[in-house]
């Protein structure tokens, strides 16, 4: 493995610059068709230093070096904001990096993907430690068989799903059809995001991903970023295959990502930065902020710019709303036809709570979003509703005495109790 990090403060352009260098010098690179996989606006990583590094190490000496958006299910990006994300303009798009392509992840056109085979129910079951007892189509992305090599340059930080984010998370559910999608996001819900984010090690899901990657037979590298807190600058790169890139990566996210609080806070205020543009992705302020939540508290989504639930699964949403796991457990025979990665997500955002038939629904915490989306949808999809205009964040910190937390950029930093 390629690997420098920092355990305070952040590496050097230069420290950046050696370590590319020194991981794509080997001539087993020349003359091979790559693929980069990078993430979309939603994450933060410096991918303009990376995109260029990339450019300058292979584009002489390769046949050709092209970039896919891992988008997942979400939208596709212009060419304006490709532009913004691989830092470059109009012009250089042009000139420079004209032989670059790059392409967003189409996921909702069927002519998109291949098939890679399937992964038993069997085998699935013992991934799942019994909790699913189904087989799953392996599908992706068909460029990944139109090149010789694959390259993830994505972040590393705590994640619902799976516990860290990045490595083979790239291809699932980055590059992935619908259906290991739904069935790892399910998988990650029936845990629950409480238990599972921030994880070290080898989850469930992990190991899911893992098992669905190893069936696409182009050799991947991985190149796992681990970003400084309140930077966009690297405290580590690791460069090697993405089960052994990832794994490094993960063990210094999880020194630098998490948080950890004396006491649980009453109030919660999740300040949301606009690369989140929907509550879909703006959701992760509720996912890092959760544990530190005290019981029968409140956490506010604080985002005046959104006005949707999600761009891409909003139908859905409207069907069936924010409830806890329970409440679709004990109701399967109304809510088995829906995607499993629609309902994860409605179970990560109410978060932890009980359900029955007689009683009702409980749900840990109280959820409110203060937000561009009316009091009537919120009500509606089951959360609660504040005006946006009546909160003023800067007046919600330094009081954490009085049990009121102020998180001023949330998504990306877990908060857990000592």
């Known amino acids: 493995m390629h690997s420098v990090a920092v355990a305070n403060g952040t590496l050097s352009e230069e420290q950046v610059s050696t370590l ?4 794509l010098a080997d001539p087993k690179f020349d003359r ?3 693929l980069v996989l990078i993430p979309d606006g939603t ?4 991918i303009p230093q990376m995109f260029r590094l ?3 190490e292979l584009s002489k000496r390769v046949k050709s070096l092209d970039f896919l958006i891992a988008l997942g299910t979400h939208n596709p990006m212009s060419e304006e904001q490709i532009n913004r994300l ?3 303009t109009t012009k250089e798009r042009e000139t420079t990096f004209k032989k670059v392509r790059i392409f967003n992840h189409l996921w909702n056109e069927p002519d998109t993907f291949i098939s890679c085979g399937v992964i038993s129910a069997l085998e699935i079951a013992e991934i799942s430690n019994g909790m699913l007892h189904q087989s799953v189509e392996v599908r992706i992305n068909k460029l990944v068989t139109e090149y010789d090599l694959i390259v993830v340059c994505g972040p590393v930080f705590p994640h619902e799903v799976v516990g860290f984010s990045g490595g083979n998370k790239y291809f699932f559910p980055g590059i992935s059809g619908s259906e290991v999608i739904n069935l790892s996001h399910w998988l990650g819900a029936l845990i629950t995001c409480y238990e599972i984010i921030g994880t070290p090690g080898i989850t469930p899901v992990r190991r899911l991903i893992n098992r669905a990657a190893s069936l696409i037979p182009t050799p991947k590298l991985c190149l796992a970023m681990v970003v400084a807190p309140k930077t966009n600058q690297l405290a580590g790169l690791y460069i090697d295959k993405p089960e052994e890139a990832w794994e490094a990566a993960s063990q210094l996210s999880a020194k630098l990502h998490i948080k950890y609080t004396d006491k649980p806070f009453k109030k919660v205020l999740s300040v949301m930065p606009e690369m989140y543009d929907d509550i879909w992705t703006a959701a992760k302020g509720m996912y890092k902020l959760e544990p530190v ?3 029968a508290g409140e ?3 604080y985002a005046p710019h959104i006005t949707e639930f999600s761009y891409t699964h909003g139908k859905i949403l409207a ?6 796991r329970d409440y679709f457990l004990k109701q399967w025979d109304k809510f088995q036809g829906y995607p499993g990665g629609v309902l994860a997500h409605s179970t990560h955002l109410k978060g932890m709570g009980t359900f029955d038939p007689q009683k009702g629904e409980q749900a840990r915490i109280r959820v409110t979003l203060a937000t561009g989306i009316s009091p009537e949808r919120c009500v509606a999809h089951n959360l609660n509703y504040c005006d946006p205009a009546t909160i003023g964040p800067a007046q919600w910190a330094n009081r954490e005495d009085e049990g009121i937390l102020l998180v001023p950029k949330a998504g990306e930093i877990l908060y857990r109790l000592k």
Do not use: F, N, S, W
Request: no cysteine.
């Open 32 to 34: 091979k068709r790559i």
């Open 86 to 88: 691989v830092g470059v």
């Open 43 to 46: 994450r933060t990583a410096p």
């Open 54 to 56: 990339l450019h300058k």
């Open 299 to 301: 956490l506010i989504i």
């Open 319 to 324: 069907e069936v709303g924010y409830h806890v």
């Open 20 to 23: 590319v260098h020194k991981a």
């Open 293 to 295: 939540v005290a019981d």
